[in-house]
């Protein structure tokens, strides 16, 4: 992208996004759409740049914007956050485990360096429980401002762009009429609830789905005969991918870490994370005994990952799991590549090509251009199928 500095005064609230990704983007032309004064923070460069109107409707996603390069106003990241009414914090986290943590604080630190007294920060990565308190302290810390009194402080986790939270939770469970309009679309109203209930309500969303999840994928793991494998496979969930299976990982490992010891809630945390591993071993191992069901010798076989990811998106869940994928499947076969997107050729090679299949979208991609080849291709999905 191309920066023209900016002539802009503020003029009313002005609205500041940390974070260049898919959701805060998302976001930040929400809001731009509705006439909010909005800048959006690239973490790769020094500057905020500025989001209106005619940016949001002609560039829909980040990947647009990049490629498009259009020439955009800036200011200076520690001017935009000084002048900003409301702080939005969606950086894109690319570390896992316990360096997940260590990088999040990082960056919200760096965002809340320039706040000015007034401001409301609103933390849109999901917590476990009692983690708003955490970020509210080390808010405090770096600001020197008082929660409640001299700053505000918000909990709006984002995921899917397309299923926003229906609540916002707030200190205190006070509401902020204008804060609700910016994040409000449709004639649904949000409601403001204390930052707890936020935690509590993401936190039933998050297990309702995985223990679904996990139930579908265990109960497939029995199906072996031909005869059920067929049957489940008009169901509705056989297009279920991996790529679905991951969404909202990081939540859940968020959730697990405010845990400590045995209890239920553990148990159905920790049950569904050994369901996603227990599938992706036994993908591996439906790989593997399709390899050797065929004859395949690995010196004349190509594995091809299919999984077009969308490289911005604030959680790296996907992006690990795909690397990981590839390492794993490298023990067994040297020639394993990843493939992404609608234009790749799959099909030009002198070797045998497996392709694993990891999402719907790669799926319909592929079988538009199937034809008749000796492509092997396993859907990802809870019963492993194999088209031959």
């Keep these: 992208m191309a920066y023209l500095p900016s002539s802009n005064e503020m003029g009313g609230a002005k609205v500041v996004v940390f974070g260049l990704s898919t959701e805060g983007y998302a976001l930040a032309c929400q809001m731009a759409i509705k006439g909010a004064d909005v800048y959006i923070i690239d973490e790769s460069t020094p500057s905020a740049i500025s989001i209106n109107s005619d940016i949001a409707k002609t560039y829909p996603n980040v990947s647009s914007l990049k490629e498009d390069e259009p020439l955009l106003s800036m200011e200076p990241i520690d001017v935009a956050i000084s002048k900003a009414k409301y702080l939005f914090f969606t950086p894109r986290i690319r570390k896992t485990g316990q360096d997940t943590k260590t990088e999040v604080n990082s960056k919200f630190k760096e965002a809340l360096s320039s706040l000015k007294k007034g401001s409301s920060v609103i933390y849109n990565l999901p917590t476990g429980f009692g983690g708003n308190n955490e970020n509210i302290s080390l808010l405090e810390h770096v600001t020197g401002f008082e929660v409640g009194k001299s700053i505000s402080y918000f909990y709006y986790p984002l ?200 999402s719907k979208f790669d799926y319909e991609n592929i079988m538009k251009k199937r034809k008749d080849t000796d492509l092997i291709m396993i859907k990802t999905n809870p019963l492993c199928s194999i088209i031959q």
């Design 159 to 358: 995921g899917d762009p397309s299923q926003t939270p229906t609540v916002i939770g707030s200190f205190n469970g006070k509401e902020d009429s204008k804060l609700g309009e910016l994040l409000t679309s449709g004639k649904k109203e949000k409601k403001f609830v204390a930052l707890s209930s936020a935690e509590h309500f993401h936190a039933i969303n998050t297990l309702s789905r995985f223990s679904g999840l996990c139930s579908i994928l265990e109960v497939c793991r029995f199906a072996r005969d031909d005869i059920t494998k067929n049957d489940l496979s008009s169901d509705k969930f056989n297009d279920i991918f991996l790529d679905d299976m991951i969404n909202g990982l990081y939540d859940l490992r968020s959730l697990g870490s405010s845990f400590e010891g045995a209890n239920t809630l553990m148990y159905l945390i920790n049950g569904s994370l050994k369901g996603i591993d227990g599938y992706i071993k036994r993908l591996i191992d439906e790989i593997r005994s399709t390899l050797k069901k065929n004859d395949l010798k690995a010196s004349r076989t190509k594995i091809a990952l299919s999984w077009t990811l969308d490289q911005h998106t604030m959680r790296g869940d996907k992006i690990e799991m795909l690397e990981n994928l590839t390492t794993r499947l490298r023990d067994y076969i040297g020639d394993v590549e990843t493939y992404e997107g609608p234009n790749f050729d799959l099909f030009h090679s002198d070797k045998t090509t497996v392709v694993i299949v990891c």
